[in-house]
């Protein structure tokens, strides 16, 4: 697909994870002109926003995640990262890359207490 995620897997509760999100289709001045941004979806719930970057690089979080997670972007890669760290319980679920009306596959965080 046009965006690709990794990353994801089965930690305990305070752990870390790094998710990546590569736009491998995108040709460069396509992935730059996009907000690029992270969503979730716990079991039975709706899906909801995380992140976002800019292109230069203006972040923007849900308050359940500021100052455990970092989005970044490498631009000339056409790649976007998902550093978590602390991770709890509550933050398990299926992780989505999006830009616009794009979605990628989602990648599966599972964090056990």
């Known amino acids: 697909g046009p965006l690709v995620e990794s990353g994801g897997g089965l930690v305990q509760a305070g752990g870390s994870l790094r998710l990546s999100c590569v736009a491998s289709r995108d040709i460069l001045s396509t992935f730059n002109s996009y907000v690029m941004n992270w969503y979730r979806q716990a079991p039975g719930k709706q899906r909801e926003f995380v992140a976002s970057i800019t292109y230069t690089h203006t972040t923007n979080y849900a308050d359940s995640v500021k100052g455990r997670f970092t989005i970044s972007r490498n631009n000339s890669r056409k790649t976007i990262y998902l550093q978590m760290n602390g991770l709890q319980p509550d933050d398990t679920g299926v992780y989505y890359c999006?830009?616009?009306?794009?979605w990628g596959q989602g990648t599966q965080v599972t964090v056990s207490s």
């Open positions: 999006n830009r616009d009306n794009t």
